[in-house]
T-cell receptor
Framework: RKEVEQDPGPFNVPEGATVAFNCTYSNSASQSFFWYRQDCRKEPKLLMSVYSSGNEDGRFTAQLNRASQYISLLIRDSKLSDSATYLCVVNGGNSGYALNFGKGTSLLVTP | GAGVSQSPSNKVTEKGKDVELRCDPISGHTALYWYRQSLGQGLEFLIYFQGNSAPDKSGLPSDRFSAERTGGSVSTLTIQRTQQEDSAVYLC?????????????FGPGTRLTVT
């Protein structure tokens, strides 16, 4: 079983739509959770951390369900510039500081 | 300020040869990571350095892979006796460490092709 699993998509949505991505992780000892964004043929960039109580950053809302080992990302009022691959990331490794990345969910926002 | 830099940006090598990939982290960042990303695959963690602590090597796929970090700054990833399955983009990332460890800044990567 992969450490982090995501629906690869693609999700095609019109501008202004709300879209949600989900992710599950296998290591119950994981303590840190993130969403990164990766544009085509570019390096990943941190979008936001995910906190136990859920957190919001502008149009983006992240949720964590530890019991189900499930993470979500909600994007409201989608913009064309939101088109990218969204990577679910969970800590792991021997040190606990390694990051395990999902393969990503592809989002295409259309006019 | 300057971001993470990696060199070379592209490397084509013959099967069986050794390669060295270089990463210059952001100045002052104490944590450094190496990942690789194969076509259509997610990022695969390889190794993590934090200050003078022993590195977390749990992601290295075989003993042909090794990495070092000199003076707590520049890092090199060495792949010995390269195989075709080593073809991938090798990404380096750095972070401040501590409670900012996971806020990683990635370099543009080295695209390795083994023929």
């Amino acid at each position: 079983r992969k450490e982090v699993e995501q629906d690869p998509g693609p999700f095609n949505v019109p501008e202004g739509a709300t879209v949600a991505f989900n992710c599950t992780y296998s290591n119950s000892a994981s303590q840190s959770f993130f969403w990164y964004r990766q544009d085509c043929r570019k390096e990943p960039k941190l979008l936001m951390s995910v906190y136990s109580s859920g957190n919001e950053d502008g149009r983006f809302t992240a949720q964590l369900n530890r019991a189900s080992q499930y993470i979500s990302l909600l994007i409201r009022d989608s913009k064309l510039s939101d088109s990218a691959t969204y990577l679910c990331v969970v800590n792991g490794g021997n040190s606990g500081y390694a990051l395990n990345f999902g393969k990503g969910t592809s989002l295409l926002v259309t006019p | 300020g300057a971001g993470v830099s990696q060199s070379p940006s592209n490397k084509v090598t013959e099967k069986g040869k050794d390669v060295e990939l270089r990463c210059d982290p952001i100045s002052g960042h104490t944590a450094l990571y190496w990942y690789r990303q194969s076509l259509g695959q997610g990022l695969e963690f390889l190794i993590y350095f934090q200050g003078n602590s022993a590195p977390d090597k749990s992601g290295l796929p075989s003993d042909r892979f090794s990495a070092e970090r000199t003076g707590g700054s520049v890092s090199t990833l060495t792949i010995q006796r390269t195989q075709q399955e080593d073809s991938a983009v090798y990404l380096c990332a750095s972070s401040r460490g501590g409670d900012r460890t996971y806020e990683q800044y990635f370099g543009p990567g080295t695209r390795l092709t083994v023929t």
